[in-house]
């Protein structure tokens, strides 16, 4: 992947934390999916009262996706922060990476961001090794 597309997903995550509904934790956290076919659908994380109820922003941008029917993903930029600022290493959940699993290849790449400039890659079995996804049904 190169360095236009990171830094163009990276900024589209930052522009998605800023809608972000956290009255509870205060915590902001924004995505951008990377469709196979480039679009990119963002996503940001909604609180809710009851806490179970609530959405991370890397599964409100997959459901997202998913409701306008894309199937296939190249990777996801993900952000986070309490209010404006943005902390290092705001990974994604256990559910969220299960989420992945369901829809993503090997080869699918997640974007851990503080800024367009810091940030770290890796791989969808770096992060959620001996995964349980849809081949596991077969």
């Keep these: 992947m190169d360095n236009k597309t990171i830094v163009n997903l990276i900024e589209q995550a930052i522009k998605a934390k800023k809608a ?6 205060g915590f902001k ?19 809710n009262a009851a806490l179970s109820p609530g959405s991370c922003a890397e599964r409100t941008a997959f459901n997202a996706a998913v409701a306008q029917g894309y199937r296939e993903f190249k990777a996801i930029a993900v952000v ?3 209010g404006d600022d943005l902390a290092e ?3 994604p959940c256990g559910v969220c990476r299960q989420v992945m699993a369901e829809f ?21 079995p770096e992060i ?8 596991n049904l077969s």
């Design 128 to 135: 959620l090794p001996y995964r349980f996804g849809p081949a």
């Design 89 to 91: 290493g705001c990974f």
């Design 80 to 82: 986070g922060g309490m």
């Design 29 to 47: 956290v924004g995505a951008a999916l990377l469709t196979a076919c480039d679009t990119i659908i963002p996503g940001c994380n909604v609180e």
């Design 104 to 124: 993503c290849k090997d080869e699918f790449v997640i974007i851990v961001a503080q800024s367009p400039s810091n940030y770290m890659i890796h791989t969808l």
């Design 20 to 25: 972000a509904y956290v009255p509870y934790s």
